[in-house]
């Protein structure tokens, strides 16, 4: 599955794309058949900020994350979103 994508007060570009799809396909692992992603990327001034979620088997995951790097951004927003997920996934499993 792909994400949809907003961007924010950023120009859309396919490696801003790409390098979030990379890391989404590592959380997916982690997930129970995911129906729909949703990352949001705005910029204002000198913050950058992610916010995704994700539906997956009745569940709604969400992460939101903001830094001064765009790319550390994506990468602590996905960190975060395969922490609940794997919570999701042991809560599922007790």
Do not use: C
């Amino acid at each position: 599955m792909d994400l949809e994508f907003t961007f924010r007060n950023i120009e859309p570009t396919e490696a801003i794309k790409d390098w979030a799809n990379k890391r989404f396909r590592k959380v997916t692992k982690h997930l129970r058949e995911p129906s729909s992603a949703h990352l949001t990327l705005s910029v204002d001034k000198f913050r950058h900020r992610a916010e995704i979620t994700v539906h997956s088997h009745g569940e709604v995951l969400r992460a939101t994350e903001e830094t001064d790097d765009l790319y550390m951004t994506m990468d602590q927003v996905m960190s975060k979103l395969e922490e609940a997920a794997q919570r999701a996934k042991e809560r599922a499993r007790a």
